[in-house]
């Protein structure tokens, strides 16, 4: 190829031209091409809800090596299992009575998972413990009863704090407990002397059901408060509810949380809390998405999703709805928009990462769990559509105008 492109460029003057036509067309061809491949890669998709246990992912936490817990709504009910690394399942929701009414599984520092199987009650589970010895913690100290809804954990200086969102009856609320020692296990010695707040007063009027660490001392709740100004139009009587975003800060074990700032949000419901690599939070939401900055100023995003997740790069994607031809992909703030070679074939409720594989898990049109993953290795590799003719197009090139500067160089030469 070289030889014969080199021999066009030593004829006469048209014959050049006929050559560096020929170059100009192989750009415009290859640039072509090129886009016609620029669909998303890695992409797999398989009508089960997960490989151990088929069934509706209600919630799941990613660990190393392709492990996780999961909950499951399963033909038998619902169940929690652990797939550890060796690809061993071990169920661990035999004791509890009422699996589908836990509404969250946290994971802590170490790798524990923490739920609530009862109101008053936090039960850490060390998922990646051999003996898997679960420890029971009762927050009935001042025989209030509240049922916990979320859990996030903040580090103050060498132990942690975890803010708890409550269900106080007629109210929902935060409450906080702390110091936990470090290392948490066991968690008996890790919570001595540990105490609950008593409830955060300051917040009537909202329905508080997520919560996350931000800075040392904030934290980010998000919820429903009613609009007092606008009514459903199906019942006149009945308040329009619409997302909203908390501040809340505490620091001390002594304190109730106290409520400092509310962003209200237009409409649409807030699915997922997000921490970025530099400590921020993403709120992302069914209309839109909302990046909460280190000093709590928040600053909206045009993305509508129906569940996201953080890749190992720090990447954040976004799910629209079953039949969306695209995913959302925030990289340092800029969102970019990856076309899907097919539609997405289910709705998607939960994702997470593991091994630099996105998962995402949701019911289809028929009502069946499936789970569609992306290897975000796969973007740009050479293995892809797109990345192998990247990389023909850049060694094709290559070879042309190494050729064309070879020439021009060799007839300086002769001129001399």
Known sequence: MAKGWRGLLE??????WVAISGFFVFIILGAIAIQGTSSLPGVDYRSNGLEAVDGRVMDIVYGDSGSYTAMVLADEGGVIF???EQ????DISADYEDVLGMTFMTQLHDGSIVVSPSNNTLEVIPVYSETLQRTVIDLNEDEASFDILDVAEQPNGDAYHWLMVTDEGSKSSLRGFGDIAAPLQPVPIAILG?????????NDGYEWNMV?????GTWVATGLMANSFGTDENSPATPIKHPVIGLISWSSELTAPMLTYVEEIDQGDIHSLIKLENGSL???GTDTAVHIALDGTMTEIQVASESAARDEKGAVWFFAGEGSTSVVRMTEGVAEKMPLARPLPLNVEVSGVSNEVIYAHGMDDSGEPGTYSIDTMAIGSIESGRGFLNFIFFTASSVVMGVMLWTAFSRMRQNQ
């Open 282 to 284: 993403i709120a992302a």
């Open 11 to 16: 004829e006469e003057s048209e014959h050049q």
């Open 82 to 84: 652990h797939y550890d």
């Open 212 to 216: 996350e660490a931000l800075d040392e």
């Open 194 to 202: 540990a105490t609950v707040t008593s409830a955060m007063v300051n």
């Open 87 to 90: 690809g061993e399942v071990m």
